[in-house]
């Protein structure tokens, strides 16, 4: 089944915090949802979440306890151990015989030996996995993540992406905000967001491809405001340079997603200015 | 005179050694990027380099001198946290931190850098907040400037412009020093430096420190079932799109736990990410 939201608007007061959003999600995927602070990534998985924001647009998602949720701190429960914690969910969702998948999730999330650990005295890390460890007991179709990454270090992040891509490769449809554009380039899609309006959506690879004109690395940059720093480089975009199907390597390494990502943001400040 | 010299460091808590025999300088204009788990000993080592922490052996020297209160005024740190007043506008964030550090106005510098008028610190949006912190710490001119985590949860174009004072002042002939979880941020960096249990595991250029190693990646539209099998295996797997990626150089290894499986797959090595590299040297 193929999860989707369309023409999606969220206002807060006179602030639009989600406009004209359309994301689908396709099971046994990884949706990276990208952008910074303000952009509305939270407000978006809270939308998928089934949270009543009151909004507005096509919506077809599947029911709330189907989905698996980590907000962006807490999902835990900090005075009980990992066990307890464990045991909480698997009561709330009336689970039967969840004992071995909840030792095969905290395995591959490197928490097998902390059980009687009270999970408030665990590292960030540590409390980061056992909120998405929680979310994928009950086998969710739909499993939402809001920067469960962020401030971890690479360790961690790599335990916590190997869980979710477990329960990517066990067919759930996997959403997760992040603001590590490097996580992001390892989705199946990513959608940029930018102050509640999408500026790109696709792969990966058709997000590079799709920025217009071409980007160069060069050691001067002969326009400073279309152009950005990569250590003691510059890239720099030429907005009408180029056919669009020529594709836009640079003669210096290639294009990051954090490269287009810049360029979106670059032709939103131009177009609402 | 490099302005950060630490030799042979080492710092114990107990019988924990949280730094064990370091060395790492920085140069003038240079860009350090400290990369490392949690618990690799960077934040101990920043804390000693700021002169909060006493190493238990080894020396620091800063400008070429013995550390001392006087050279503290020589930095310029901007914690994760920002270390601002989000009560405060960024005018009198800056006003309060000149007069710290008994230096002339903030003006010059604060208006160079933020013009994110008068609101309270605390309403800004993150990207400006980080500018004003960045501001606030650099208004007395260091010539050393500490930052941990700069950029962390602003967009890409906040992350290049923040990037772009960094360098700026780099240009200045100010020693940088970036500690950071995020790794294509690392490689903004002339030059990383890899902390693992305590102590320098790698140093260099990305591709210095990556220093050839692979990874086997496997191609198959049974995606899910080689993710399982290769999970199974116990080895370390991880998913790039629809290809499976385990942290291995033996495709021969590889191979042969997708043939018990019964999985027909193109199985090859590909160049490691800094990312698996940084597993790689801390296990």
Not at chain 1, 253 to 272: C, K, M, N, P, Y
Request: hydrophobic share 45%; net charge negative.
């Amino acid at each position: 089944m193929t999860w989707a939201v369309s023409d999606l608007r969220v206002n807060f007061g006179a602030n639009q915090a989600l406009d004209e959003v359309a994301m689908s999600i396709e099971p046994a995927s990884v949706h990276a949802v990208i952008g910074g602070d303000g952009a509305g990534k939270s407000t978006l998985l809270k939308v998928l979440a089934s949270l009543n924001l009151g909004q507005s647009g096509t919506i077809r998602l599947p029911s709330q306890n189907r989905v698996g949720y980590v907000p962006s701190s807490g999902g835990i429960f900090a005075d009980l151990t990992v066990t307890e914690n464990m045991e909480f969910v698997a009561d709330a969702h009336r689970l039967r015989d969840w004992r071995p998948r909840a030792d095969l999730l905290l395995a591959r999330a490197a928490l097998g030996q902390f059980g009687d650990r009270i999970s408030g005295r665990m590292s960030g890390g540590q409390r980061r996995k056992l909120a998405g460890v929680m979310a994928l007991l009950p086998q969710p179709d739909l499993v939402v993540l809001d920067e469960v990454t962020t401030g971890l270090d690479p360790v961690s992040r790599m335990e916590l992406w190997r869980l979710v891509a477990g329960a990517a490769a066990d067919g759930a449809a996997i959403v997760a905000a992040t603001t590590y554009l490097d996580e992001a380039e390892r989705a199946s899609s990513v959608l940029l967001l930018h102050n509640g309006r999408v500026l790109a959506s696709g792969s990966p690879e058709s997000v590079v491809g799709s920025v217009p004109g071409s980007i160069t690395d060069c050691a001067t940059p002969s326009n400073r405001s279309l152009a950005w720093r990569r250590g003691r480089r510059w890239r720099q975009w030429h907005p009408d340079d180029g056919r669009a199907d020529e594709g836009n390597s640079t003669g210096g390494g290639d294009i990051t997603l954090e490269d287009a990502a810049i360029v979106f943001e670059l032709i939103e400040e131009r177009r609402s200015r | 005179m490099n302005p950060v010299e630490v030799v042979g460091v080492t710092r114990t808590f107990g019988s924990f050694a949280a730094v064990d025999d370091v060395s790492v300088s920085v140069w003038a204009g240079e860009v350090v990027g400290l990369v490392g788990a949690n618990g690799a000993g960077k934040t101990t080592l920043i804390k000693m380099v700021l002169g909060l922490l006493k190493p238990s052996a080894g020396r620091i020297r800063l400008f070429g001198q013995a550390q001392s209160r006087a050279q503290r005024r020589r930095i310029g740190y901007v914690p994760q946290n920002l270390g601002l007043y989000t009560d405060l506008t960024v005018a009198e964030n800056l006003e309060f931190r000149a007069e710290v550090f008994g230096v002339e106005g903030g003006e010059d510098t604060g208006s160079e850098l933020v013009s994110v008028g008068d609101g309270l610190v605390g309403a800004l949006s993150l990207g400006d907040q980080r500018r004003a912190a960045f501001a606030a710490a650099t208004q007395h001119h260091p010539d050393l400037f500490i930052l941990d985590e700069p950029t962390s949860g602003v967009s890409p174009l906040a992350r290049s412009d923040l990037w772009d004072l960094i360098r700026q002042r780099a240009e200045e002939g100010v020693a940088v020093l970036v500690s950071t979880h995020y790794m294509e941020e690392a490689e903004q960096a002339d030059r990383l430096v890899v902390m693992a249990d305590g102590a320098v595991a790698a140093e260099g250029s990305t591709a210095e420190v990556i220093d050839g190693r692979r990874t086997v990646e496997i191609t198959t539209d049974r995606w899910a079932d080689a993710f399982a099998a290769i999970e199974h295996s116990g080895r370390r797997v991880s998913l790039a799109g629809r290809r499976v990626r385990v942290l291995s150089e033996s495709v021969a290894a590889v191979s042969a736990d997708l043939e018990r499986a019964g999985i027909a797959a193109e199985v090859k090595l590909v160049a490691a990410t800094l990312d698996e590299t940084m597993v790689t040297l801390n296990r």
